[in-house]
């Protein structure tokens, strides 16, 4: 890792582009050493549950004597009767399921749980979910979208209603703020044992940013990977300028169970920062 590092170039380029060269070199190092996790996504079918195995099974009785006799519409219509019901109950065993599941989810995020947060999501959806194919409501409710790139507008659309309201700021509150001295430490660039330090307060076992790199590699990067960290800092405190990457969000929606699924008004929003 440490010759990769160190061919990092941080004279030239934009801070974006050191960003992502020190980023995509350790992702790749570190999955070339340690590999990956291949999680499976749960399911919401209970396997255990008595009254539906009886009702499959029914459900499997019908079909066989309405094949065998498929003049009889007696035969005919128990089976669709059954088949009715199956359905009516796994329909109720699913949303009984998500429902507790997206409790489980805004739990996690209320306590700021970022590892089991997304460990709950991938538990659910499989390691790589995605959002953005669920028809949706257009905005005036007048049509259904079914093309990934128009549904993908209508969230964006949503969120930046939801999420971008003008701050309210009341000025007299602010007036009456007590002034502190001013903290001229504030000014000094970030140093390497700032950054060493900082890198031992991260918390291990959490679910990493959008990087996809976790703190377990960052403290075991050693010297070579705070230096590198040191440079990429003080290069973004001399120029003022952040990465797009730390300044872009990751949301998440889930479906309240409550009224149309289609809805974007009908889903919780849960957005996360780069770490």
């Known amino acids: 890792m440490d010759s990769k590092l160190l061919d990092i170039r941080s004279d030239q380029s934009s801070i974006d582009e050191q960003w992502e060269s020190f980023r995509d070199t350790v992702h790749s190092i570190a999955l070339e050493t340690l590999g990956q996790i291949t999680r499976n996504h749960q ?27 498929t003049t009889c519409t007696a035969k005919k219509a128990a089976f669709n009767n ?29 306590k700021h749980d970022t590892k089991k947060f997304y460990e709950a999501l ?11 194919s669920t028809p949706l409501l257009s905005s005036d409710g007048t049509s259904i979208l079914t093309n990934k790139r128009l549904i993908l507008e209508r969230w964006a659309e949503h969120f930046n209603i939801v999420l971008n309201r003008p701050a309210q700021i009341n000025e007299e509150a602010i007036a009456r703020l007590p002034q502190v001295p001013t903290n001229h430490e504030l000014a000094v660039p970030p140093a ?23 703190a377990e590699v960052f403290k075991s990067g050693g010297p070579t990977m705070i230096n590198q960290l040191t440079s990429l800092f003080q290069s973004m405190w001399d120029r003022e300028q952040l990465p797009q990457d730390f300044r872009d969000a990751t949301i998440v929606h889930i479906y309240k169970r409550k009224g149309d699924r289609q809805s974007c008004d009908n889903h919780r929003e849960y957005m996360h920062l780069q770490k």
């Open 43 to 69: 399911d919401w079918f209970d396997e255990i549950d008595q009254e539906i195995q009886k009702l499959l099974e029914e459900k499997r009785r019908l079909l066989r004597a309405h094949q065998n006799d």
């Open 82 to 110: 059954i088949r009715s019901t199956v359905q009516a109950k796994l329909r109720l065993m699913q949303d009984a399921w998500l429902s507790a599941k997206a409790d489980e989810i805004q739990g996690y995020a209320d």
């Open 122 to 132: 991938k538990a659910v959806y499989g390691p790589q979910f995605s959002f953005g």
């Open 192 to 214: 390497v044992g700032e950054v060493s330090r900082a890198i031992k307060k991260m918390s291990t076992g959490k679910a990493p940013g959008s990087d996809a790199i976790p």
